[in-house]
């Protein structure tokens, strides 16, 4: 499984927010989001090899429950499957981070899906290839109805413009039935002036529909590094 990372930090994202835990990055995706904030596992992938065991093994080096196994894109990798059976052994809390567009029969306790609306695709000028692959590729509502029925989950949108919510409640229309508590807008960005611009009118809206706002808690505690 190539993997570009693996640390032990602080959850700042979702419903499991403030909790310990050491993060699994594979590196490598089958799209390319424009404003990804992991360039190398995505667009510039970096990394090496390394074996199931030899993951498991790093993780052990941490004396922490958690475990989140996120990309890039984890669900490319088959590893996955007998990598999260080895933690599921170990009485670890599993959460994998997925676009919602490869499916794999893993076990895990938390299913974070993070469907990308249509402002996500490239600049079609400058990467034309891309465009054409990640519109191909970025929305496959039969896959994420399939995770939301087997596992225990989150939905997670960026969202970077005020246009994209008309999109987002499209797309929710069009999934079925989820749990809007479930729901979760998280606004654009890397840095905190421009997460705080997006949160004065996303946390309202939030708030209006029933949904879960949720902030970029670890640029706030570290700012946008690697590591964290």
């Not at 909790?19 to 390319?32: D, E, H, I, T």
């Not at 079609?124 to 496959?140: D, G, I, L, T, V």
């Not at 596992?151 to 969202?159: A, N, R, S, T």
């Not at 997006?198 to 902030?215: F, I, K, S």
């Amino acid at each position: 499984m190539r993997i570009a990372e693996i640390y032990k930090s602080i959850q700042g994202e979702g419903l499991l927010t403030g909790s310990p835990s050491v993060f699994v990055r594979a590196s490598g995706c089958n799209l390319r989001c424009w404003f990804c904030d992991t360039p190398h596992a995505s667009w510039s992938p970096e990394g090496v090899d390394l074996s199931v065991d030899e993951i498991v093994a790093q993780i052990e080096e941490w004396d922490c429950r958690h475990v989140v196994i996120t990309g890039g894109e984890p669900m490319l990798f088959a590893e996955l499957i007998p990598l999260c059976e080895k933690l599921r052994l170990q009485r670890r809390h599993i959460t994998i981070e997925t676009a919602g567009t490869l499916y794999l029969p893993v076990v895990c306790d938390l299913m974070s899906v993070s469907p990308k609306l249509s402002g996500s695709a490239p600049n079609a000028e400058e990467h034309p290839h891309w465009r054409r692959r990640h519109e191909q590729n970025r929305n496959r509502p039969e896959i994420v109805r399939r995770l939301l029925t087997q596992y225990d989950y989150q939905l997670k949108f960026v969202v970077d413009q005020r246009p994209d919510l008309a999109e987002l409640e499209e797309w929710l229309a069009g999934i079925g039935t989820v749990d809007r508590e479930r729901v979760l807008l998280m606004p654009q960005g890397v840095r905190e002036e421009e997460l705080a611009e997006r949160a004065t009118w996303l946390r309202p809206y939030c708030h209006d529909q029933g949904y879960t706002y949720c902030p970029r808690k670890q640029i706030e505690w570290f700012g946008a590094v690697r590591g964290t």
